[in-house]
């Protein structure tokens, strides 16, 4: 929802006391938007631009400080006298809507930090009439958008630092618990509230982890998720959630000891059997699927999501073969990664079979999966996964079933293994001679540019599938390495080739996950390198 259909609803917001000031109210509300048009026109009129400098800025600052004040001694006075009182209140929000100006004139956030008007403003959030604290909200919206900010850093981080240090998150998620969800008008403010957030998190990216460490927003998107009726604030709760997982281990766990898992698998839940009906709700549905992999990196919520049935339930939506398809196979990948529980509960309820028809690219076909980018990265996540499965289950009856899998119908999944080898490495080629290339045109890449370039154009996956001939190889079975050693020799490559793609994996193992686990896994590629 755009700022300017926000501002229609506001328009026809009513404060709750009489019908007569209801009337007086929305009369003096578009009296005033008419008279900042008129303004804004004849402004333009005489000068090609709107005339806004430190002057202005102060004059509008005063203007509102004074009926700020008459506000509060009009509510001291006539408490139990709405009607007296209600003047006080249309001016006030007069001066809120003039001070939206001030969006055009970034630069000058610094000068209104100074003034101390942030104290103020935000003190309104707390207004016993909604009504103002919706004029707040849409206020602090404008001053914080995205577009408004953009190259004005400094003044931005000025801004923000202020509105921080007088808790308006705090504010603003106070504010957000009493909204309506039937009230148009308060349905646009929750809107504008999390936008609000959102523009916080741009400028600061620390507020992500304040937001959850000081206020119940957590707790209040999760509410909001488990809503079955789809709509646009549920959207945007959805991607605010996915934003505050996505860099912050913190509000993983956070999230997960607030029983965070199970309620975006339910939530996730709605789409194992239908596909979403709009584009919104698609991209709801693809944050939902976003904020369950980010909650998978912690250990403890690996553990809640096998617990919870969820890899049940991602083999499901796999069968079921709608539009979630490619997100159940992520969010497994996700589960599986280092977590041999979740590899072997995969086994134990049949996943092996759904897994490998798609790794031979038996997968649904739609609008969205026919694209060659949707197909690369389904293909590299399936790979990951398979690498997750043969790393998490060593021995016993569930190693059988996964080494057979790649024996039956005469070793068609070495076959694709090969396939795939050929086609990344083939691609990983192109991207080293353009590197050469570069370079010898004078533009100098350090080791660590041209590692990178590399494992974006598909070297992860190639390590990946060279990890998983590894795997293969040090099984000793027979016929897997007969089968690796004919296709190998058919593309004209050697087990030399192989192992240089894992010493290079080797020797790039990072310490994400500890410095025990990086020497677990170099170990484990040392093992697969010597058995070549």
């Not at 959850?212 to 079955?228: D, H, N, Q, Y």
């Not at 939506?317 to 590899?343: E, G, H, W």
């Not at 020497?519 to 697969?528: D, G, L, N, V, W």
Request: aromatic residues 6%; hydrophobic residues 40%.
């Amino acid at each position: 929802m755009e700022s300017e259909s926000i501002s229609r609803h506001k328009a026809t917001k009513r404060p709750r006391d009489s019908d007569e000031d209801y009337l007086e109210f929305n009369n003096a509300r578009d009296d005033v938007d008419l008279s900042l048009l008129e303004a804004l026109e004849k402004s333009q009129k005489e000068n090609g631009v709107e005339v806004l400098d430190l002057r202005t800025l102060k004059k509008l600052v005063l203007s509102f400080e004074r009926r700020y004040k008459e506000n509060i001694e009009a509510r001291l006075k006539y408490a139990d006298q709405p009607e007296r009182f209600a003047d006080s209140e249309i001016e006030l929000h007069q001066e809120l809507e003039k001070l939206k100006i001030l969006a055009g004139g970034p630069e000058l956030y610094p000068d209104l930090v100074n003034l101390n008007t942030i104290p103020s403003i935000l003190g309104l959030l707390s207004h016993e009439n909604t009504d103002i604290a919706i004029d707040v909200v849409q206020l602090l919206q404008d001053l914080t958008d995205e577009d408004v900010l953009e190259d004005n850093d400094e003044p931005a981080k000025v801004l923000v630092d202020s509105l921080l240090e007088n808790n308006v998150l705090e504010l603003l998620v106070q504010n957000l618990q009493r909204l309506s969800e039937t009230d148009p008008d308060e349905m646009a403010a929750v809107y504008g509230t999390l936008a609000t957030i959102e523009n916080l998190i741009e400028v600061k990216p620390a507020v992500a982890e304040m937001v959850c460490e000081r206020t119940k927003i957590l707790r209040w998107l999760v509410g909001k998720i488990k809503v079955r009726e789809f709509d646009s604030n549920k959207q945007y709760a959805s991607e605010i959630l996915a934003i505050l997982l996505q860099n912050s281990t913190a509000n993983q766990k956070r999230l997960g000891q607030m029983n965070g898992v199970d309620v975006v698998l339910q939530a996730v839940a709605m789409y194992k059997s239908k596909d979403p009906k709009t584009s919104d709700e698609e991209e709801m549905v693809e944050n939902l699927f976003n904020s369950l992999c980010c909650l998978l990196m912690p250990l403890e919520n690996k553990e809640r999501f096998v617990k919870a049935e969820g890899v049940e339930l991602m083999i499901i939506i796999m069968k079921q073969k709608k539009s979630a398809y490619a997100s159940a196979i992520r969010v497994l990948d996700f589960a599986m990664t280092n977590y041999p529980p979740a590899c072997e509960r995969f086994v134990d309820v049949l996943g092996l079979k759904t897994a490998f028809a798609a790794f031979m690219g038996k997968i649904p076909i739609s609008k969205k999966n026919k694209k060659e980018r949707y197909q690369e990265e389904l293909e590299e996540r399936i790979v990951s996964l398979i690498a997750s499965l043969l790393g998490g289950i060593l021995r016993g009856s569930r190693r059988d079933r996964l080494l057979a899998k790649f024996v039956e119908n005469e070793y068609e999944k070495i076959d694709r293994l090969m396939e795939l080898y050929m086609r990344y490495s083939d691609r990983v080629k192109a991207e080293t001679e353009r590197m050469d290339q570069l370079e010898l045109d004078d533009l100098e890449m350090d080791e660590e540019e041209r590692y990178n370039r590399k494992l974006e154009s598909g070297l992860y996956t190639l390590q990946l599938i060279a990890v998983i001939l590894g795997h293969l190889w040090c099984s000793e079975h027979q016929g897997l390495r007969a089968r690796i050693e004919l296709l190998l020799k058919q593309h004209k490559l050697t087990k030399q080739d192989v192992k240089d793609i894992l010493q290079e994996y080797h020797d790039n193992i990072g310490d994400l996950d500890g410095p025990e686990e990086k020497e677990r896994a170099q170990s484990r590629i040392q093992k697969f390198i010597s058995a070549f």
